[in-house]
């Protein structure tokens, strides 16, 4: 692409298709490349709000699920900050530097990343959100006690 001062930019994908490369390939996940669970989690948030989101609110959307930006050792994704910059390297998500309102200044954007599009796909992530908002749903219906005995049996993992 050539953008308006005459830099050009390529973005180089792999030709293999993404079952072949689970196959051939070394699974990077956990420390080193990001997290499936959490991959799934910030595009869901991010399909949710509409395809673009303000890296502020994606913050405040993952501190309402536990995932804090300051937060020093999450049990399974380390340091949350930089399993969100894991997502960015392995282009899941794209980070984009934009001008907000007047009294915003410059803030940053996210939204998905060839990767997303290409590994994950947004039917898969659409039947994730269908499936955590109909368990949701469930365990609405249920009595308070067993609400809470029942959140308390099943934790959500990220596994």
Request: with cysteine; aromatic share 6%.
């Amino acid at each position: 692409k050539n953008d308006d001062g005459g830099a050009k930019t390529y973005v180089l994908r792999s030709v293999l298709p993404a079952a072949m490369r689970r196959e051939f390939l070394p699974d990077v996940s956990g420390k080193k490349g990001p997290h499936p669970g959490f991959v799934l989690v910030v595009l869901s948030i991010l399909q949710m709000s509409g395809g673009k989101m303000k890296e502020e609110d994606l913050w405040i959307a993952l501190s309402r699920l536990g995932c804090k930006k300051d937060e020093q050792e999450h049990d399974k994704l380390g340091k949350v900050s930089e399993a969100l910059q894991r997502l960015e390297a392995a282009r899941y998500v794209h980070k984009e530097k934009a001008t907000g309102a007047a009294d915003e200044g410059v803030v940053f954007t996210y939204e998905w990343a060839e990767c997303a599009f290409e590994d994950i796909g947004a039917p898969a992530v659409k039947a994730y959100i269908d499936q955590e908002l109909a368990a949701q749903k469930q365990r609405a219906l249920l009595p308070y006690g067993a609400a809470q005995s029942q959140q308390d049996q099943e934790p959500i993992v990220l596994d």
